[in-house]
C-alpha cells in the first residue's frame, strides 16, 4: 500500500474564524464607539453653529449701536411723539427716524428694527427680534438717578436701548438668543435742561 497523506482531524486547535458570540461582543463594542463619535461629533457641530449665530447676532448689534450712537450725539432735538418703539431724531444735517416692527406673534422672533435717513428707503439694522425698546432718560441739576420715561421730549437728555433677538433653527439645536442692553447715549448737540 502507498502511504497516505496524515490528514489532521478537526479539533479544538484546529478550528478557523470566529464564533457568533465574539462577533457579536466586537459589534456591540463598536457600536458604542460609533455611537460616542457621532454624539461627538453632532454636539461640536452645533457648538460651531451656535457660535457663528452668536457672532452674527453681536456684529448686527455693534452695527446698529455705531449709528443709533452717531445720531443720538449729533441729535439737537427729538420728535414729541416719540415711543418705546419708535423715534425720530433731527441732526443739523438730516432727520433719522427709528422704528421697530413687532414680531407677529408673542412666542416669534420675527420683528425688526429700521432705520430711515431722511424719510428716504429704509435700512434694515436688526432682524429676528423678539422684543425691542427704547429708554429715554432725563437729568436735572442734583437729580440721580435718571429719570426713565420722561413724559416730554423737551426733557430727554438720554436714550439707550434694549432688544432680545435669536439666530437658528430650533430644530437643528443651534438656535442662540442674544438680550442687549445698551450704553446710555448722551444727546450732546441738544441744549441744556432749564
Do not use: C, W
Not at 437658528?168 to 448737540?189: C, D, E, H, L, Y
Amino acid at each position: 500500500m502507498p502511504p497516505t497523506k496524515d490528514r489532521k482531524s478537526p479539533g479544538p486547535l484546529g478550528r478557523q474564524g470566529f464564533t457568533l458570540v465574539e462577533v457579536m461582543v466586537v459589534t456591540l463594542i463598536s457600536a458604542f464607539v460609533f455611537a460616542g463619535v457621532l454624539s461627538a461629533y453632532i454636539f461640536l457641530g452645533r457648538g460651531l453653529v451656535r457660535q457663528g449665530h452668536e457672532e452674527e447676532l453681536e456684529s448686527r448689534g455693534r452695527t446698529t449701536l455705531f449709528y443709533f450712537t452717531q445720531d443720538v450725539s449729533a441729535a439737537t432735538a427729538i420728535s414729541a411723539n416719540f415711543s418705546q418703539n419708535d423715534m425720530v431724531l433731527t441732526t443739523p444735517s438730516a432727520s433719522v427716524e427709528y422704528s421697530f416692527q413687532a414680531p407677529t406673534s408673542s412666542q416669534s422672533y420675527d420683528g425688526y428694527l429700521t432705520r430711515k435717513l431722511n424719510a428716504a428707503n429704509p435700512t434694515i439694522l436688526l432682524t429676528g427680534l423678539a422684543s425691542f425698546t427704547f429708554n429715554y432718560l432725563t437729568i436735572s441739576a442734583g437729580q440721580s438717578p435718571p429719570v426713565i420715561a420722561p413724559s416730554s421730549a423737551t426733557t430727554v437728555k438720554q436714550i439707550q436701548f434694549t432688544y432680545t433677538a435669536m439666530a437658528g433653527a430650533s430644530v437643528s439645536g443651534a438656535q442662540s438668543q442674544i438680550t442687549v442692553v445698551s450704553p446710555r447715549v448722551i444727546m450732546k448737540n441738544k441744549p441744556s435742561l432749564q
